[in-house]
């Protein structure tokens, strides 16, 4: 299975100010997420970082609060921008191998 | 109505009791399936896939019943180790699109 890092793997943050997380992988993935967990709940999809082209956005998601870039097969990055308390949340990096997601570590974010 | 619905828990068994929980989904086109395990403030690891057959990894058997939507999880012979969260997670695979839906979790404890 590939290997994911994210950086930073948490940060406390003003409101109002914006973050950005990288995403990491060692092998070229066509298919890289981002996802939220948000305190005691499961996963939610935010995003499909597309390599080339506009990331592909959930419903409740937008680019402006969440830009992605997708430079390339083994990169990407995912900003919160003008953050709020409501942000707080773990972001996760995910890429998919066949059939099967992998995800990487998580970035723990508290907005304060 | 929730696309993937998981009894929260807790389960809390002691070590060597078997334990076993479902999961429902509510998109009956829905191809693939997982558990994923997650630990206290840790990303979710893949378990296992669950095949139309059941499948049986060790202490571990995942069954899937399309008829019913169903997917069950059941743990043999508890070890304190497997004391997780547990996520169901169901892949709706469409053209040109690719999407994992996430359960809740349902929290397992295993006592000594």
């Known amino acids: 299975s590939a290997v994911i890092s994210q950086k930073p793997s948490r940060d406390i943050c003003q409101r109002g100010t914006s973050l950005t997380i990288q995403c990491q992988v060692d092998s070229q993935v066509t298919m890289m997420f981002w996802y939220r967990q948000q305190p005691g709940q499961s996963l939610t999809l935010i995003a499909t970082?597309?390599?080339?082209?506009?990331?592909?956005?959930e419903s409740g998601f937008v680019i402006d609060k969440f830009p992605i870039s997708r430079p390339n097969l083994t990169f990407s990055t995912l900003t919160v921008s003008n953050m709020s308390p409501e942000d707080s949340s773990i972001y996760l990096c995910s890429v998919a191998d066949s059939d099967t997601q992998y995800f990487g570590p998580g970035t723990r974010l508290t907005v304060l | 109505r929730k696309e993937v619905e998981q009894d929260p828990g807790p389960f809390n068994v002691p070590e060597g009791a078997t334990v076993a929980f479902n999961c429902t989904y509510s998109n009956s086109a829905s191809q693939s399936f997982f558990w994923y395990r997650q630990d206290c403030r840790k990303e979710p690891k893949l378990l296992m896939s669950v095949y139309s057959s059941g499948n049986e990894d060790g202490r571990f058997t995942a069954q899937l019943n399309r008829a019913s939507q169903y997917i069950s999880l059941l743990i043999r012979d508890s070890k304190l180790s497997d004391s997780a969260t547990y996520l169901c997670?169901?892949?709706?695979?469409?053209?040109?699109?690719?999407?994992?839906?996430f359960g809740a979790g349902t929290t397992v404890t295993v006592r000594a």
């Open positions: 997670v169901v892949n709706i695979r469409k053209v040109n699109d690719y999407k994992l839906s």
């Open positions: 970082a597309n390599q080339g082209s506009e990331a592909t956005y």
